[in-house]
Protein backbone atom coordinates (compact mmCIF):
# COMPACT_ATOMS: atom_id res chain seq x y z
CA UNK A 1 0.00 0.00 0.00
CA UNK A 2 1.43 3.14 -1.39
CA UNK A 3 1.38 6.30 0.47
CA UNK A 4 -1.03 8.10 -1.84
CA UNK A 5 -3.30 5.67 -0.87
CA UNK A 6 -3.00 5.70 2.18
CA UNK A 7 -3.61 9.66 2.39
CA UNK A 8 -6.54 9.13 0.10
CA UNK A 9 -8.21 6.97 2.36
CA UNK A 10 -7.66 9.11 5.39
CA UNK A 11 -8.92 12.24 3.73
CA UNK A 12 -11.89 9.94 2.33
CA UNK A 13 -12.64 9.01 6.07
CA UNK A 14 -12.22 12.60 7.34
CA UNK A 15 -14.38 13.88 4.65
CA UNK A 16 -17.44 11.34 5.75
CA UNK A 17 -16.69 12.40 9.31
CA UNK A 18 -16.97 16.00 8.86
CA UNK A 19 -19.84 15.64 6.61
CA UNK A 20 -21.54 12.94 9.60
CA UNK A 21 -21.11 15.59 12.24
CA UNK A 22 -22.48 18.21 10.60
CA UNK A 23 -25.75 16.33 9.51
CA UNK A 24 -26.07 15.31 13.05
CA UNK A 25 -26.01 18.57 14.27
CA UNK A 26 -28.37 19.98 11.69
CA UNK A 27 -31.22 17.37 13.21
CA UNK A 28 -30.16 17.89 16.02
CA UNK A 29 -31.21 21.42 16.05
CA UNK A 30 -34.64 20.34 14.04
CA UNK A 31 -35.55 17.99 16.41
CA UNK A 32 -35.05 20.13 19.60
CA UNK A 33 -37.42 22.66 17.43
CA UNK A 34 -40.18 20.06 16.60
CA UNK A 35 -39.75 19.33 20.43
CA UNK A 36 -39.87 22.83 21.52
CA UNK A 37 -43.11 23.57 19.60
CA UNK A 38 -45.08 19.89 21.36
CA UNK A 39 -43.85 21.45 24.52
CA UNK A 40 -45.68 25.07 24.09
CA UNK A 41 -48.53 23.02 22.51
CA UNK A 42 -48.72 20.87 24.97
CA UNK A 43 -48.52 23.54 28.08
CA UNK A 44 -51.25 25.55 26.31
CA UNK A 45 -53.54 22.36 25.72
CA UNK A 46 -53.29 21.13 29.30
CA UNK A 47 -52.66 23.85 31.46
CA UNK A 48 -54.53 26.73 29.74
CA UNK A 49 -51.70 28.93 29.41
CA UNK A 50 -48.22 29.17 27.61
CA UNK A 51 -45.16 28.50 29.44
CA UNK A 52 -42.41 30.75 30.12
CA UNK A 53 -39.49 30.55 27.04
CA UNK A 54 -37.35 29.80 29.57
CA UNK A 55 -38.86 26.77 30.98
CA UNK A 56 -39.98 25.85 27.34
CA UNK A 57 -36.65 26.14 26.50
CA UNK A 58 -35.25 23.57 29.27
CA UNK A 59 -37.85 21.47 28.89
CA UNK A 60 -37.25 20.75 25.47
CA UNK A 61 -33.35 20.73 25.58
CA UNK A 62 -33.85 18.37 28.34
CA UNK A 63 -36.48 15.72 26.05
CA UNK A 64 -33.78 16.48 23.32
CA UNK A 65 -30.94 15.45 25.38
CA UNK A 66 -32.85 12.42 26.81
CA UNK A 67 -33.81 11.16 23.18
CA UNK A 68 -30.31 11.72 21.67
CA UNK A 69 -28.78 9.78 24.85
CA UNK A 70 -31.18 7.49 24.63
CA UNK A 71 -30.65 6.71 20.45
CA UNK A 72 -26.83 7.05 20.90
CA UNK A 73 -26.40 4.19 24.07
CA UNK A 74 -29.18 1.78 22.80
CA UNK A 75 -26.93 0.00 20.63
CA UNK A 76 -24.63 -1.49 23.44
Same mark, same amino acid.
Given at each position: ?????? !?????? =??????? =???? %????? *??? &? #????? *??? *? +??? %? &?? #?? #??? /??? +?? !?? =? /? !? !?? &?? /???? #? =? %????
Amino acid at each position: MSIKDV !LTSSVE =ALVVTFV =ATVL %LIILG *IIY &F #GITLY *IVK *I +ASN %L &FF #GK #GLE /ANW +AV !LS =A /A !L !LT &FG /ALLA #G =A %LGHE
